[in-house]
């Protein structure tokens, strides 16, 4: 009898197949339930700027996130197959199920619920206990297209790592992703608060507040979770591209080719192993993410648009601040 062989693929591409499938029934569970439906806006209105800019971003990424799908596809003809670019955009899809994971116990952030909306899945997450977390404004035509166009960022990270490659032929693979990791993070910090912050999109709850640029205002950008830990799922992706061989095979296909199966049952296992090694660095980001949320400060006097209803005026429950104790759904 010959010994078994080592087949990371498999491991990889189950870790992959089981988060598609507990995604599927989240998403389902939400979207049959009573809870799916737009966050209102609440009593204070929405400044008139506000709203032209969310009607000028909305489309406006989704028209970048389309373009990334048709360079994508475009990929796929020329190869004749489906590349590693198109594996990587659907893994970076299959995470949008937990961009909202940090507020699973209390709130990590707000969206503004102007924005179109239908409310949140988080509540169908087992173990989630922020109050009226249903209520949180989660925004499909912004993060949707965020989350499909992660593949350029993929293919900047890649350009700067060769580039300081080239310059310095003798970096290690581990500073390589270092680099990666800060171009990644200064990127977000400078998306985040021009994009996201001063636009009025959001509203980030601060855990440090040495670690927080304008700390206190509805502006603060906190360096945790976003551009050190959420990075870290960009740097995953980064990664499997940079460091994939000569034929464009990802590191996470190793015993791939020990598997006597259909091209297509290659291809597909592939695929979902891809999904699994960004799944495990974006469940990585998501526990530091929630662990960082213990400690939210909430800048004051927020508008209603702002806490989606969740905590502060009008609700029973306190927004989280230092001294205020993780709260749950009560009777």
Not at 94 to 100: E, I, S, T, Y
Not at 240 to 249: E, K, M, V
Not at 253 to 268: H, S
Request: net charge positive; charged share 15%; hydrophobic share 50%.
């Amino acid at each position: 009898m010959s010994p078994a062989r080592n087949r990371p693929v498999l491991w990889w591409a189950g870790l992959g197949a089981a988060v598609i499938a507990f995604q599927a029934y989240v998403y389902i569970a939400w979207i049959s339930s009573s809870e799916f439906k737009p966050t209102p806006t609440g009593p204070d209105p929405v400044p008139q700027l506000e709203k032209v800019i969310a009607w000028i971003l909305q489309p406006s990424l989704a028209l970048v996130a389309l373009t990334a799908l048709i360079w994508v596809i475009r990929g796929c003809r020329r190869a004749g197959a489906v590349t590693l670019d198109a594996k990587l955009l659907i893994a970076g899809y299959c995470q949008l199920w937990l961009d909202p994971i940090g507020s699973l116990i209390r709130p990590e952030f707000f969206f503004n619920s102007y924005y179109v909306n239908f409310g949140s899945w988080i509540g169908h997450i087992p173990g989630a206990l922020t109050p009226n977390g249903h209520l949180l404004a989660d925004l499909p035509l912004l993060e949707l297209p965020v989350y499909g166009s992660l593949i350029f960022i993929c293919v900047a990270g890649c350009s700067l790592m060769r580039a300081v490659r080239r310059r310095r032929p003798q970096t290690s693979n581990l500073a390589l992703i270092l680099c990666a990791w800060v171009g990644v993070a200064l990127f977000l910090m400078v998306f985040e608060e021009v994009l996201v912050l001063r636009t009025g999109a959001a509203v980030w709850l601060s855990p440090v507040s040495w670690l927080t640029i304008f700390y206190g205002s509805r502006f603060q950008m906190s360096l945790v979770p976003d551009p050190i830990f959420w990075s870290g799922l960009m740097v995953a992706m980064i990664s499997l591209r940079f460091f994939a061989t000569d034929r464009g095979a990802p590191r996470s296909d190793a015993g791939l080719q020990d598997i006597a199966v259909q091209p297509r049952i290659k291809t597909a296992l592939s695929t979902l192993a891809v999904v699994g090694v960004v799944s495990a660095a974006m469940l990585c980001a998501s526990v530091l993410a929630i662990g960082a949320s213990l400690y939210s400060t909430t800048p004051r006097n927020l508008p209603s648009y702002l806490r989606d209803g969740i905590c502060g005026k009008g609700t029973r429950f306190e927004c989280p601040n230092p001294g205020v104790p993780i709260q749950t759904p009560r009777p």
